[in-house]
Every structure is written in C-alpha cells, then in structure tokens.
Nanobody, 120 residues
Framework: QVQLVESGGGLVQAGGSLRLSCAAS????????MGWYRQAPGKQRGLVAT???????NYAGSVEGRFTISRANAKNTVYLQMSSLKPEDTAVYYC??????????????WGQGTQVTVSS
C-alpha cells in the first residue's frame, strides 16, 4: 500500500544540474532510511546515495562531491541534487525507503523510477 513517487528526471547536458524528488505515502511513521539507486541499460541497479532519519548520509564514490541527498523526515520525502552531471550518470533513478538501518533490496519499498539522461 505504501507508494513512492519520483519526479524531476529529464534530459540535461554534461556539466548541468538536476534535482530529483521522491515522496512516500501510505505510512504514518517515517522511514529510517531513504535513498536513491540507479540502473543503466545492461547494468545492475546500484547505490547512488542514502540518508537516515538522523541525517547520516552514504554516497557512492562515483557521485560523492557532485550529488547531495537530503530529506524531510516528517514528510517521508527525499531529494537528490545532482550537479556536474556526466554522461555516465545516465540511468533510471529509483527512490527507495526502508524501516531498517539500511536499504534492503528485497524488503525496501521502491518507486517506479525516473529517467535521467545526460548528453555529451
């Protein structure tokens, strides 16, 4: 019954910026961890960034320093500010939420995904 809806994806030139948003509905308590994963064509889904309700963040090395994750706990909303985008950032970006300390792929809630395309 819980639903996560992403928005903000699109087409952007290399070096540009984009901001993704994800809003969760259908639950009263906040999720302990929310984050973003991405999947490029022909590749496995991988971590982009996560943030806990306490503000602890975790970034993939490939995006650290360029992307910033943040959240509004009471609203179960998470954001991803992406800057200095590169063509290799092109992927479908998925929002994830989990009641545990980390995102557990088989147990977390997932959004439908939003396409981010970075042109060179």
């Amino acid at each position: 019954q819980v639903q996560l809806v992403e928005s903000g994806g699109g087409l952007v030139q290399a070096g540009g910026s984009l901001r993704l948003s994800c809003a969760a509905s259908g639950s009263i308590a906040v999720f302990n961890v929310m984050g973003w994963y991405r999947q490029a064509p022909g590749k496995q889904r991988g971590l982009v960034a996560t943030v806990t309700s306490g503000g602890r963040t975790n970034y993939a090395g490939s995006v650290e320093g360029r992307f910033t994750i943040s959240r509004a706990n009471a609203k179960n909303t998470v954001y991803l500010q992406m800057s200095s985008l590169k063509p290799e950032d092109t992927a479908v970006y998925y929002c994830a939420a989990d009641t545990g300390p980390i995102v557990r792929p088989g147990r977390a809630y997932w959004g439908q995904g939003t396409q981010v395309t970075v042109s060179s």
